[in-house]
């Protein structure tokens, strides 16, 4: 394999930790502390890149990567719902969340739909092809399914179906040809062991 892609999933923050729609809000405590556990596990990359939120940018400080800003590793943006609880959106605007979940060319909330992040996250892929080396992109559950998704050539309302802990890891490997799927998981402080896959 020619080209290998490790993406790492933000650490939590309060407000995803309570099932609200991210905004652009910091990493909580336990998840700099945990972040900063699994520095020294990751295998040299050519390159780091991380998303632009404040949590991506956190979580790569305190994995003491140096990493810079790549635009299309960002989340999905809710826009209208930013901040607000699940539960909240769903007695207000039930018709909306529904539609959400079930159409991935759905933005009612004003940001972009499930298939705007797929496309970003596949041009991102497809220019990583013709990339020789590793790449570690730290960004968010949403990239990081539809990337997966990419791969395995399933169709976005496949997406549900994919649970992305936040700092988990998804490795991708290609031969510049096609990429697969190599390994999906977590490293917890007590487990953590250099990743040499």
Avoid: Y
Avoid at 10 to 16: C, F, K, P, V
Avoid at 105 to 116: N, R
Avoid at 119 to 129: E, N, V, Y
Wanted: hydrophobic share 45%; aromatic share 4%.
């Amino acid at each position: 394999m020619l080209v290998r892609l490790t993406m790492i999933c933000n650490g939590a923050t309060a407000a995803t930790r309570k099932g609200a729609f991210p905004s652009d809000e910091p990493l909580e405590p336990r998840s700099l502390t945990l972040a900063k556990a699994m520095r020294g596990t990751l295998r040299r990359a050519d390159r780091v890149w991380t998303a632009p939120s404040l949590r991506a940018r956190q979580t790569a400080e305190a994995l003491a990567l140096d990493a810079s800003v790549e635009p299309l590793l960002a989340d999905q943006n809710h826009e209208g719902w930013a901040g607000k609880s699940f539960e909240d959106v769903q007695a207000q605007q039930p018709g909306d969340i529904a539609a959400s979940l079930t159409d991935p060319h759905a933005a009612p909330h004003g940001g972009e739909s499930l298939a705007d992040v797929a496309r970003r996250a596949s041009a991102l892929m497809d220019r990583l092809m013709a990339e020789r080396g590793h790449t570690i992109a730290i960004t968010h559950a949403s990239v990081i399914r539809t990337a997966i998704l990419h791969v395995l050539g399933a169709p976005l309302a496949a997406s549900g179906k994919i649970d992305i802990e936040p700092l988990s890891i998804t490795d991708f490997r290609s031969d510049g040809r096609r990429w697969v799927l190599r390994a999906c998981g977590v490293v917890t402080p007590k487990s953590a062991k250099p990743l040499r896959p």
